[in-house]
T-cell receptor
Framework: GAGVSQSPSNKVTEKGKDVELRCDPI?????LYWYRQSLGQGLEFLIY????????KSGLPSDRFSAERTGGSVSTLTIQRTQQEDSAVYLC??????????????FGPGTRLTVL | QKEVEQNSGPLSVPEGAIASLNCTYS??????FFWYRQYSGKSPELIMF????GDKEDGRFTAQLNKASQYVSLLIRDSQPSDSATYLC???????????FGPGTSLSVIP
């Protein structure tokens, strides 16, 4: 079956512009995560959705960052007034919500964002 | 204190040796632990998960969990150059809590 897809795969934008990153999770997966990864660094948690709700937004770096999820499926991460420090790979992952603690995350290919 | 900690490495082992990757966690409520592998420029992919104390084996990989010591490890037997990657440890309390990732350990297997 289809895996997690993300679009665009690459995005180059100018400082101060807004960008939208999209994530299509695996069908039926209730949990969805957004992470940011800078070159050579670990995963930086941004936000977590369970269904359409976001129980944990603690990782969003500033109020320029927002995310939503509709229909328990597609999610969009929006970055307003982009800054050069926002340049990174943005990864989305989805997982089923099981009752036996085996919730594997499946990662998308990522969106590489470059802010000039 | 970070919730999940790993030695950042890099860890270098010769081909054919056993690579030992370690992870500690601070939240005693954590139930399940996951090991992901991330090749440079690629997304993380699951190697295996463990939620019971003791050892779990899958091919060349063995995960070990000691909840009393709050310690998780991954052993890779007969290490191959293709095992060279960053290994991420992650923990979860319940299915409705977010998964917490460690910073990852870089492994290099030398031919």
């Amino acid at each position: 079956g289809a895996g997690v897809s993300q679009s665009p795969s690459n995005k180059v934008t100018e400082k101060g512009k807004d960008v939208e990153l999209r994530c299509d999770p695996i069908s039926g997966h209730t949990a969805l995560y957004w992470y940011r990864q800078s070159l050579g660094q670990g995963l930086e948690f941004l936000i977590y959705f369970q269904g359409n709700s976001a129980p944990d937004k603690s990782g969003l770096p500033s109020d320029r960052f927002s995310a939503e999820r509709t229909g328990g499926s597609v999610s969009t991460l929006t970055i307003q007034r982009t800054q050069q420090e926002d340049s990174a790979v943005y990864l989305c992952a989805s997982s089923p919500t099981t009752s036996d603690y085996t919730d594997t995350q499946y990662f998308g290919p990522g969106t590489r964002l470059t802010v000039l | 204190q970070k919730e999940v900690e790993q030695n950042s490495g890099p860890l270098s082992v010769p081909e054919g040796a056993i690579a030992s990757l370690n992870c500690t966690y601070s939240d005693r409520g954590s139930q399940s632990f996951f090991w992901y592998r991330q090749y440079s420029g690629k997304s993380p992919e699951l190697i295996m998960f463990i939620y019971s104390n003791g050892d779990k084996e899958d091919g060349r990989f063995t995960a070990q969990l000691n909840k009393a010591s709050q310690y998780v490890s991954l052993l890779i037997r007969d290490s191959q150059p293709s095992d060279s990657a960053t290994y991420l440890c992650a923990g979860m309390k319940t299915s409705y809590d977010k998964v917490i990732f460690g910073p990852g350990t870089s492994l290099s297997v030398i031919p």
